[in-house]
């Protein structure tokens, strides 16, 4: 076997760079402590990383495919939100609600996907530009589903956590339905889940 070793030093370069995945923290919590007592988790006040995030979706893709709204190749959802948030390396993550950072989440964004799939031999540059542009774009039952999930999953640890980001941030009812409606474009059956959390959360004061 024949290794090319400049492809091999490019993938090696991709694979690394994406380390940096592991400090970018998002606002929402982490569910439970590492260290574990006579108790079990210990629940504490940790914020989520961008790779702990990206592997809890693909979970989340094997485990709730069947809810989809159409048919999805499943490997094809986990590969686009294992990228999805890869291009946060040089863009930062930007709060969901956060309007002001959003004027400027696309281009910052572009710019950021341009170098990193860069990174990689052409063939792999191309095909996981595309699943990022996939989920971007929004248009295919794959790519609703990934957005579905990627909604979803804050919403549930927000929920377990208490509603703690919610609570920092003095998000509203009404900004978490506007946000956390589009899931339904992706599974109505998931919707209907999350719905009844947001409604819980109103019902509790968790939401304003």
Known sequence: MVIKMER???????????????????????????????SGAVPHKR?????????????????????????????????????HDVVEIDAGDTYCYDTKGYESKKERELNAADR???????????????????????????????????????????????GISWSEHNIKYSQALERNGSIKYGSEELWKYAKAILDECLDKGVLK
């Open 47 to 83: 914020h989520e990383n961008d790779a702990e995030h990206s592997f809890h979706l693909a979970l989340f893709a094997m485990v709730l495919s069947e809810y989809s709204n159409s048919p999805i190749d499943v490997f094809k959802v986990m590969k686009m939100v294992l990228v």
């Open 8 to 38: 091999l030093k490019q993938q090696i370069e991709f694979l690394l760079e994406l380390d940096k995945m592991k400090n970018l923290y998002r606002q929402t919590y982490v569910i439970h402590d590492e260290s574990r007592g006579d």
């Open 116 to 162: 990193i799939f860069g990174l990689l031999p052409e063939d792999q540059q191309k095909q996981f530009r595309a699943l990022w542009d996939e989920f971007e774009e929004y248009k295919t039952p794959e790519s609703r589903f990934a957005n579905a999930l990627d909604r979803l999953q804050p919403v549930l640890l927000n929920y377990t956590k208490g």
